[in-house]
């Protein structure tokens, strides 16, 4: 008689397809581990599948050394041995895995051997920030993070903000470790007090040089190791009010080295 209580759990027939097996092999190779012994007719019931592909299945597993054909009348078939049946395709499909990895290897050393000079790819971003605490974190992060320049251009009146005790606390920091900085400082009025604390703070530092514009500043703004650029696009003195516009982006960065390097040029000593 046959079985009534066979079940193939969907968890374990996963499994097998993950060691490679294809949903029909690892269906009826589990009903199989659970009949022990059984001809093509009661697998194909079990299996709800026609006996002509269930023979086909059966065939594919026997070339695999899953089971073996028994010569009776009908003919029957067997598992081997469920547990060696399992462990030879886990070792197969690690053996399998290990040359994707090799072939992956090589497939990169091959790509920087044919462009050794290509950098790796950056996302390019454009990020706009609008007035919030969060800019001083920002500000603070980008020059602490800064390894070789940092330039930047402002005005008497921003420099002279209470809240930008951040900045110059970064800056030092920054200054410490070597970063050249320069600091281009917008004064249209002449009776504007240049001497201002924060500068005199800078000064004692060899990498730090700043420079003095009569030149009208559209936008403050400040570059670290031209990679990245904050523009400052709000009127606002605070920098606690302002919105700033963040960009990675290659172009609009060197656009703004470019701007700053002109004003610099025209720009007199401090």
């Not at 594919?60 to 081997?80: D, K, Y």
């Not at 462990?87 to 399998?96: D, G, I, M, Q, S």
């Not at 009146?157 to 900045?167: A, F, G, I, Q, S």
Request: charged share 25%.
């Amino acid at each position: 008689m046959w079985k009534d209580d066979i079940r193939v759990l969907n968890e374990d027939s996963e499994t097998l397809s993950l060691l490679g097996l294809t949903s029909q092999q690892a269906k009826i190779y589990l009903i199989l581990g659970q009949l022990e012994q059984a001809s093509t007719a009661m697998l194909a019931h079990h299996a709800q599948i026609d006996r002509g592909q269930t023979y086909r299945v059966l065939s594919q597993l026997q070339e695999m050394g899953l089971i073996a054909r028994i010569m009776t009348s009908p003919i029957e078939f067997r598992i081997i041995s469920f547990k060696k049946g399992v462990k030879a395709l886990f070792e197969a499909k690690r053996t399998e895995l290990k040359e994707i990895e090799n072939k992956a290897i090589q497939l990169c050393i091959k790509t920087k051997r044919s462009k050794p000079q290509s950098p790796d790819f950056e996302i390019e971003k454009l990020l706009f920030v609008p007035k919030t605490s969060s800019i001083l974190s920002r500000v603070y992060k980008s020059i602490v993070d800064a390894q070789e320049s940092i330039d930047g251009i402002s005005t008497t009146e921003r420099m002279m903000d209470p809240n930008l005790n951040v900045w110059e606390a970064a800056t030092i920091k920054a200054l410490k470790k070597g970063v050249k900085q320069r600091l281009l400082i917008s004064a249209t009025n002449s009776k504007e007090n240049m001497n201002l604390d924060s500068i005199k703070n800078f000064v004692k530092f060899p990498s730090f040089n700043a420079r003095i514009t009569s030149e009208t500043i559209a936008a403050p703004l400040a570059i670290t190791d031209k990679k990245e650029a904050h523009i400052y696009i709000s009127d606002t003195v605070n920098i606690l009010s302002a919105s700033v516009l963040m960009t990675t982006n290659r172009r609009l960065v060197q656009l703004c080295e470019c701007h700053f390097n002109d004003l610099w040029k025209r720009a007199r000593e401090y």
